[in-house]
């Protein structure tokens, strides 16, 4: 708990000083450049920070990121935001949406890592290498590779309330997919993700207790970030369907 304090006060200062990017090594990651409105509900929200008025901070990063929500530093300090808060499950999912979208060589990125290892929520997302084979021999192009990721949502199930285990996987469709399949087993209530998986046509399936809780056709561009979200407005089984937990 100590660490955590430390590290949310460490946030505090960043995001009270006008959230300047840390210097990265490539280039920044992309964003909608802000508005009039975005920038003066930003500024809002940094003054209310340093009032220590973390709720009503949280209300205005968030109306900011709503006018532009491809805008990490903003994310970033709405995640710092409700770490003040009895808010856990978002502080959790902000951070890791951080931690997924952001350049990695970011403050950030790294700030974000540092808070979830110390509250003990990076299990389950580490990311995943293809590691495949096409059916002519060549390794599975992790150069011309696009990443896979999506949040993995249903009812109001979080990992805190109920842990239910998802066995996501990519299955490669024709061409030089045929031969790929990507699997790994996350959590609802948190972000999956595969990188470096070779572009192309795949099914997107999601079982959770044997049960195929979604099956989707996706297409994976090369080079690119391809967000596929699981929530009920695409799931293959009913709105009131109960996935077992463990």
Known sequence: MHTLLVLAALALSFVVTGCQRAPATGPAPASVPAGPL????????????????????????????NEAPNDIPIRYALAVALSYLPRRDETVEQFRIVLYRGEPNSFEVKAARDWLANAKELEGIETVGTG?????????????????????????ITPQKKMVRVNVNLIGEEGETRDVRLGREFK????????????GNYRLVAEAGGTPMWDMKVVVQPQKENTFDLTDGNAAVAKDFSPPSD
């Open 38 to 65: 975005t920038g003066r509900l930003k500024a809002e929200g940094d003054a209310l920070m340093a009032q220590q008025a973390y709720e009503q901070a949280a209300v205005k990063y968030q109306a900011a990121l």
């Open 188 to 199: 609802i209530g948190r972000v999956y993700e595969f990188r470096d998986v070779p572009p």
């Open 132 to 156: 495949a084979t096409s059916a002519t021999g060549t390794s599975g192009g992790a150069a011309n590779g696009g990443r896979v990721l999506g949040q993995i949502k249903w009812q109001d």
